[in-house]
């Protein structure tokens, strides 16, 4: 057999997306890198290499080959990749993250190319845990780790190791977003089997083909990759991404005070929503004390925001029980009773009295507690589409001015309500964002823009303000300044405007983001190294679409 000799030549170049400018090696470059004659003569700018990427994707017909053409570039050349996201981040963020990035892990075993560059990790061999890790970094400074074990991908269930694209995806709104240095991230793919009986059974599945594994062995697994991870990449920040609702908030109390770390279902989603429903009230006018918060889905999105919420009502002043008062948890067993069998443990710090209700028997569904309670924020996580019907939100509305309204269940499919509907139902009262893009809504002349109601809007900030900052660990008083930054973004005396900032200025108010996270990490100490200059930490931190010289 022959032998395969790896040297540093031009292969090894050309197909490294971290070192690859193709056409844009200067002459000098493919002299000393042995890549003379391996390319076309014209030595090409990044904005014409750009400009033809571009003509590429428009070529193509649909949107999930727009993704996988985006995808290839991604795989060949992170600097071009990132450089064309830049200039068309509205346009890419659907395609790229949700909800198409949705089809691509429905369809990831017909449409597999290449690795990205993950970690897979599989249940079925701890003691490979730190060389998986290892591998895949392949030497590279690792600051910024997401890891999914799919069970819970958006809302679509159980996905197995086709979960994986959900963390890549995550991992590009962070680098267009906020500008971590792709080359400083990894996505983890947690393989512990998959509960997808159509995965089991197709042929062309590339993940571990078993059951879901759960329990000890589970934990045992997620112990091993998180001492694995923290030991390989001490400076990195954990992410945890679409985890079943069993597990993960275990998770996150597990590790949550002891590394740097969150939980974007919980933590993201929660912020979100303060975030909006804090816009909401700028344009209303009203104070978040007068609010009652029905969460439609009590489950780890619905919690995590209830859980911000009830911060932020505390913080205004209100002692625990009364910032209870205020919210109405909503699950398939209907309102949420503290007597209520199957509670999740943080179902069990939202539940409501039956004494409260002279028909606590028949609230068994969305339109009797809507009835019962005449909630004023709606906030809906529940994976069921089309719940928040005309006759909910037309009974919701008639008891408040200014309904808010979040349908945030993705992809597209699962939404529980469509933005227009909204606002049509309330004569244009309601307040709305949506867990996908949506386009503005005309009515009756006032043209209506839809915040999107997504993590995205987040996380990107969050993270990368603790990683600049190298926080030992994110806590509640971070979150909540983190919260509060988006406030002042948007004109809110504009009619139609709002409840969150455009995803147009995604990159500009998650720089803010950032800072603000940077200088809360560093005002309470929670830096491991020196830093002083909040605003400087996160400057230098951030990276551009540009090509670097290689030595
Ligand atoms: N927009 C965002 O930023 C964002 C963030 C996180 C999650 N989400 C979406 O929220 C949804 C839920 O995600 P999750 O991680 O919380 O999942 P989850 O499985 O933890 O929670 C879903 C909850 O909905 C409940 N539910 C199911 N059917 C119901 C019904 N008929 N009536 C009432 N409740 C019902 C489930 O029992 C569960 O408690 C997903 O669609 C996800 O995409 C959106
Ligand atoms: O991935 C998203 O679009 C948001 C969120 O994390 C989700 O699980 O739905
Ligand atoms: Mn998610």
């Known amino acids: 057999m022959e032998e395969l000799i790896m040297t540093q030549n031009a292969d090894t170049i050309l197909n490294n997306p971290f070192l690859n400018k193709g056409t844009a090696f200067t002459k000098a470059e493919r002299q000393a890198l ?39 570039l ?17 346009e890419f963020m659907p395609i790229v993250y949700d909800p198409v990035v949705a089809d691509s892990i429905e369809q990831y075993n017909e ?27 392949s030497g590279r400074d690792i600051r910024l780790v997401v890891v999914t074990d799919a069970e819970g991908i958006l809302g679509m269930g159980d996905w ?13 709104v962070y680098t267009a977003a906020a500008g971590i240095d792709p080359s400083q991230v990894l996505p983890v793919s947690i393989d512990a089997g998959t509960n997808n009986q159509k995965l089991l059974d197709d042929p062309l599945y590339l993940g571990n083909r078993h059951k879901r594994v759960y329990g000890d062995q589970y934990y045992d697994v997620i112990d091993k990759f998180v001492e694995a991870e923290q030991k390989l990449f001490p400076e990195s920040l954990l992410h945890w ?17 002891k590394i740097a770390t969150f939980n974007d279902d919980i933590q993201g989603t929660g912020m979100v929503v303060l975030a909006g429903i804090l816009g909401a009230l700028n344009i ?34 209100l002692t625990e029980e009364e910032a209870k008062q205020h919210f ?103 307040l709305v964002a949506t867990g996908i893009p949506a386009d503005d809504v005309e009515y009756k002349g006032v043209t209506y823009q839809i915040g999107q109601g997504n993590n995205a809007l987040m996380y990107p900030g969050l993270g990368f303000g603790l990683i600049a900052s190298t926080a030992k660990v ?53 830096n491991k190294e020196p830093i002083s200059d909040a605003k400087k930490a996160v400057a230098d931190m951030k990276w551009f679409p540009e090509y670097k010289t290689i030595k």
Not at 57 to 70: M, Y
Not at 74 to 87: A, I, P, V
Not at 243 to 253: E, P
Request: glycine share 6%; with cysteine; aromatic share 6%.
């Open 328 to 430: 109405y948890a909503v699950d398939k067993q209907g309102l949420l009773f503290d007597d209520t069998e199957d509670l999740t443990p943080a179902q069990k710090n939202f539940t409501r009295q039956r004494s409260e209700f002279s028909n606590a028997d028949e609230l068994t569904n969305l339109e009797a507690v809507v009835k019962a309670v005449h909630p004023t924020v709606m906030i809906g996580t529940s994976t069921q589409p089309g719940t928040f019907t005309e006759s909910i939100i037309k009974e919701m509305a008639a008891h408040t001015d200014r309904p808010i309204i979040f349908p945030l269940s993705n992809p597209t499919k699962l939404a529980e309500a469509k933005a227009e509907d909204l606002i049509k139902w309330t004569d244009g009262r309601a």
């Open 111 to 137: 449409i597999f190319l290449d690795p990205q560059n993950a970690a897979f990790v599989s249940v079925d061999a701890p003691e490979d845990i730190e060389a998986t890790l290892k591998n895949a970094a």
């Open 160 to 172: 197995g190791v086709n979960g994986v694209d959900i963390a890549v995806g995550k991992l590009m």
């Open 34 to 72: 042995g890549l003379t004659g391996t390319l076309p003569s014209n030595v090409q700018t990044i904005d014409e290499q750009t400009t033809q990427a571009y003509a590429q994707f428009q070529s193509k017909a649909t949107r999930l080959e727009k993704r996988i053409f985006l995808m290839n």
């Open 74 to 90: 991604f795989n060949e050349n992170r600097t071009l990749f990132y450089h064309l996201m830049d200039e068309h981040v509205v």
């Open 241 to 257: 991404e679409d985890f079943g609702r069993s597990n993960a908030q275990v998770i996150l109390d597990k590790y949550k005070d």
């Open 474 to 526: 994110l806590n509640s008083e971070t979150l909540s300044a983190a919260c509060h930054a988006l406030g002042g973004i948007v004109d809110t005396s504009k009619p139609g405007a709002a409840v969150l900032p455009p995803v147009s200025k995604l990159t500009e108010f998650s720089q803010t983001l950032a800072e603000i996270v940077a200088q809360s990490v560093i005002d309470q100490k929670l």
């Open 284 to 317: 209303s006018k009203e104070s978040i004390k007068d609010q009652k918060i029905l969460s439609f889905g009590a489950g780890t999105a619905g919690m995590g925001i209830a859980n911000q919420i009830m911060d932020e009502l505390m913080q205004a002043g």
